[in-house]
C-alpha cells in the first residue's frame, strides 16, 4: 500500500476573482509592475509583479536578464530558474570585497522539479524573491499552485512547509518550503551582501557576456583552474564555492563556521587542518588519501546516512532533504587524489 502523499496547495479557485492590471509603465523603463517601482508592498500574485510575462511558462518580464551561476547550490536536484532585474540606467559595481547592487536591483530564483505527484512535466513548487531597496533588503517567498499557472505570496510571518516529492525514478523525498528566517541564514554572512549568486566567485557567464552592461567595469578573475594544483581540487573548490563558502567565508563570527574555504585559502584550511572546536566534531579537515577518515567528508556525506552516529552536524546545516550525489563523487575523487606529503 502506497502511504498518502501531502498534496501540493492548490491556490488557484479565486484568481478569477482577482484584478490584476500592472502599475503604470514608467517612461524609458521596459519593466512593469511591482518589479518597476519596488518601493510598494509586494503583490499578493506573482502574475502581478512583472517577474514573469507569463507565470505558466516562466517566460521572463521586460527587463529580465537570465543566469546561471557559475556553481549552483544542489537543492534537493530541483531545476532552478533565475532572473535579475537592474533598474534602467543602473550597474552592478564588483569593485569591492562584494559585489554592490543598485537600489531597485530584484533578483528572483524558481523551483521545479520533473515528477511530482503522477504529473507530467516540470513543476514548480516555489519563487523566491529577494529585492533592494533604500532602507535595506527583502526577501520573499511565492508558493505556486498545483496547475503551475500562479503563486501565492507567503503571509507576513511564514513557517518551512514539508512537501513529499517523488522523483523521476519514483523515490519518494521530503522537500521543505524555507521559512522566513531560513532566508537569512544562509543570505546574511556577517560583513556580505545577501546576493550569493553574483558575486566574487561566482560570475554568471550570461553576465559576463553583457559586462559593458551590466557591471561598472569588469569584475576580477575567477577562475578555479589556475588556484587549483589538479583538476579533482578544482572540482573540490567549484563544489565548496557553489554549497559551502557562502558560510564559511571567513567573515562569519558563529565560533565553528568561521574557517574560510573560500578558493584561495581552501587547500591551507583544510588539507591536515584541525577542526576548530569539539562542539561539531573533532578531526581533521582532509586526510590526503582518506575520504572515511575527513572530516570534511563526514560532515557533508556521512552525516546524512542512515544511522550515522558521529559528532559533526550535516553540511550544508539548511536546504538539503536529499544527498547531492556529487558531493560524494568530487570530494571523494579529490581527497583521494592527494598523497600524504600534500599535508603542510
Ligand atoms: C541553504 C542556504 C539557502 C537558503 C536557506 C536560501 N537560499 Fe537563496 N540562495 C542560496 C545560494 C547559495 C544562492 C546562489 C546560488 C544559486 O542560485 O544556485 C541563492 C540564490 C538566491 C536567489 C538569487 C539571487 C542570489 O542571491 O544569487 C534568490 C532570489 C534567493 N536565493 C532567495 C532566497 C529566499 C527568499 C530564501 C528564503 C525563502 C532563500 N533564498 C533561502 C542559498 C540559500
Ligand atoms: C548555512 C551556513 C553553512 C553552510 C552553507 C555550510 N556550513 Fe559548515 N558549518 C556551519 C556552522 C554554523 C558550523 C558549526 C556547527 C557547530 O559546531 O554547531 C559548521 C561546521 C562545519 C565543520 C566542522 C567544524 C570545523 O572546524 O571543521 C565542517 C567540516 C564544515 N562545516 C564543512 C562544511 C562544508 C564542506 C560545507 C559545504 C558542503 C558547509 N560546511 C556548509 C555553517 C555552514
Redesign the pocket.
Known amino acids: 500500500m502506497s502511504a498518502p502523499r501531502i498534496p501540493i496547495r492548490l491556490l488557484s479557485l479565486a484568481l478569477g476573482l482577482v484584478a490584476c492590471g500592472p502599475a503604470e509603465q514608467r517612461e524609458g523603463d521596459p519593466r512593469i509592475g511591482w518589479v518597476a517601482d519596488i518601493s510598494a508592498e509586494l503583490p499578493e500574485w506573482l502574475s502581478e509583479t512583472g517577474i514573469y510575462a507569463d507565470p505558466a511558462t516562466l517566460s521572463p518580464g521586460p527587463g529580465a536578464v537570465a543566469y546561471v551561476p557559475q556553481h549552483p547550490l544542489w537543492s534537493n536536484g530541483a531545476d532552478k530558474d533565475r532572473l535579475l532585474f537592474l533598474p534602467p540606467g543602473t550597474r552592478i559595481d564588483p569593485t569591492g570585497a562584494e559585489f554592490a547592487f543598485p537600489v531597485g536591483t530584484v533578483l528572483v530564483k524558481s523551483f521545479a522539479f520533473d515528477a511530482i505527484e503522477g504529473r507530467d512535466g516540470a513543476v514548480t513548487l516555489e519563487t523566491r524573491v529577494l529585492a533592494r531597496r533604500a532602507d535595506g533588503w527583502v526577501y520573499a517567498l511565492y508558493h505556486w499552485n498545483a496547475e503551475g499557472t500562479e503563486a501565492a505570496l507567503a503571509g507576513a510571518d511564514w513557517r518551512a512547509e514539508s512537501l513529499t516529492l517523488e522523483d523521476a525514478s519514483g523515490a519518494r523525498f521530503d522537500y521543505t518550503l524555507p521559512g522566513k528566517l531560513d532566508c537569512r541564514?544562509?543570505h546574511e554572512t556577517p560583513g556580505t551582501t545577501p546576493v550569493l549568486g553574483i558575486a566574487r566567485w561566482q560570475q554568471p557567464e550570461a553576465l559576463a557576456e553583457r559586462a559593458d552592461d551590466l557591471y561598472t567595469q569588469a569584475p576580477p578573475d575567477a577562475a578555479l583552474d589556475t588556484l587549483a594544483d589538479s583538476p579533482e581540487e578544482a572540482a573540490a573548490m567549484s563544489?565548496?564555492v557553489a554549497?559551502?563558502a557562502?558560510?564559511?567565508n571567513g567573515r562569519?563570527t558563529?565560533?565553528?563556521?568561521a574557517?574560510s574555504?573560500e578558493p584561495p585559502v581552501f587547500r591551507e584550511n583544510t588539507v591536515g587542518r584541525e577542526?576548530?572546536?569539539s562542539?561539531?566534531?573533532i578531526g581533521v579537515?582532509i586526510v590526503p588519501g582518506d575520504a572515511e577518515g575527513s572530516?570534511?567528508y563526514e560532515?557533508?556525506v556521512r552525516t546524512r546516512q542512515a544511522g550515522y552516529r558521529g559528532d559533526?552536524?550535516p553540511?550544508?546545516?539548511?536546504g538539503i532533504d536529499r544527498v547531492d550525489p556529487r558531493?560524494e563523487q568530487v570530494l571523494r575523487r579529490y581527497i583521494e587524489s592527494l598523497e600524504p606529503a600534500d599535508a603542510p
Do not use: I, W
Request: hydrophobic share 40%; glycine share 6%.
Open positions: 541564514s544562509c563544489y565548496v554549497n559551502c557562502f558560510c564559511h562569519n558563529g565560533e565553528n563556521a574557517f574555504l577542526t576548530d572546536s562542539a561539531s566534531g579537515r572530516a570534511l560532515a557533508v559533526f552536524k553540511m550544508p546545516p539548511a558531493a
